[in-house]
């Protein structure tokens, strides 16, 4: 009897502990689901194939690792200039702490960052890091978290400020909170008081020559990335955004003309839980050419202050239930936005989605810029964004 009894305990726990197994396996399951749905990871089950031409330029090389560099001649569109800490030398972070900006530790991105002289800045392991302060840069760096998962999180976000010259790769922000002002060090030779930040995951404010490529944004306090104060030649592409209300702002004051102020926007994916601001802007000419907007639920580009905004074979999807229209002209009489020229062209319209045109229509013979990046077909939108975001999954020694 005893016999008996012993092994009838045996097979409950056993059938106990498979019940528990299944239980945490689907919670574990659930929960990569859910960040498969925030970062859009990408499983590569085929030959690596690029989709759009800033990607052509250097994925699918196995050897990118050996001249990350390279990435340098890739970017196109306003901020083609840009070239980073091409040149410099490699500083690997080695250490995810950041608990010193007044002499941060060398090894961590605070103290990379920091450097006076061109840098390419790449990363040992994966990282998650949480700033204690915003992050300021001097001109000439590069962040290249291509071959680990680094991520921004928990903590404050990035300042770009009266710096040129910056490149920003394969980085996830997320869950940026405002931070305190106080000491800090803003450059090798000098360290100042600053006000409590904002909680901007990225903010440009008075720099030029600045590309953010492949990265991951979602749940900032304040913007995912803005953009104010004399600013300009700047390339935002291949990014992922994701729920949040106020996403992207070019251009943050009224009384303050920014008319110099030139950005495209190319190949994003603007996904789930978005509202408005894909972007809105003041002043200047943004060019939103080839991206995916799949949900918004107030609208998707909006403006004022007699911005260009000019629109070429983007993909709009308007969600059900919320918002049609693609524009929003803040706070302006139609006698006024109608003299504005934002413009859409080749662009697919989707699920009830327009988009209300003004100005010029032939604002392209006038126009004596740089050559802007030339539209793909709108129906290609889907492939050209595929990987957007920084979810690439590069291994040395593969393409990615």
Known sequence: ???????????????????????????????????????????????CVPRNSIDKCWRCDPKWA??????????????????????????????PSDNDVINPAPGTL???????????????????????????????????????????????????????????????????????????RSSP????????????AICIFGSSDIWIDHCSLHGAYDGLIDIVARSTDITISNNHFVRHDKALLFGASDETPDENMRVTLCFNHFGKGLTQRL??????????????????????????????????????????????EVTHRNQATQSEWCKWTWRSEGDLMLNGAFFVNSGNPHWAKQYKGYPLLKPEPAHKV???????????????????
């Not at 030779?189 to 930040?197: K, P």
């Open 66 to 95: 050996d001249n990350r560099q390279k990435l340098a001649g890739c970017v196109q569109g306003f901020g083609h200039n840009t070239t980073g800490g091409k040149g410099g030398k490699i500083y690997v972070v080695t250490n």
């Open 279 to 324: 972007p809105a802007v003041r002043w200047g000419f943004v060019h939103v050419v080839n991206n995916d907007y799949t949900m918004w639920k107030s609208y998707a580009i909006g403006g004022a202050k007699g911005a260009t905004i000019i629109s070429q074979g983007n993909r709009y999807k308007a969600e059900h239930g919320a918002a049609k």
């Open 110 to 184: 605070r103290h990379a960052v920091l450097q006076p002289e061109p840098l390419w800045i790449t990363f040992a392991a994966h990282m998650n890091i949480k700033l204690c302060r915003e992050l300021l840069f001097t001109s000439h760096k590069t962040i290249d978290g291509r071959g680990f998962h680094i991520h921004i999180a928990g903590g404050a976000g990035i300042m770009l400020q009266h710096i040129r010259n910056v490149i920003i790769s394969n980085i996830h922000m997320y869950e940026i909170a405002p931070a305190k002002g106080g000491m800090i």
């Open 1 to 47: 009897m005893k016999a008996v009894k012993y092994h009838l305990v045996l097979i409950v726990c056993f059938f106990h502990v498979i019940i528990v197994m299944a239980d945490d396996s689907t919670r574990s399951n659930v929960t990569i689901s859910n960040r498969r749905g925030l970062f859009r990871h990408k499983k590569h089950d085929g030959p």
């Open 382 to 400: 889907h492939e050209l964004t595929n990987f957007a975001g920084a979810t690439l999954g590069c291994r040395v020694g593969l393409p990615c």
């Open 189 to 200: 030779h000098h360290i100042g008081v600053r006000g409590a930040s904002d909680g901007d």
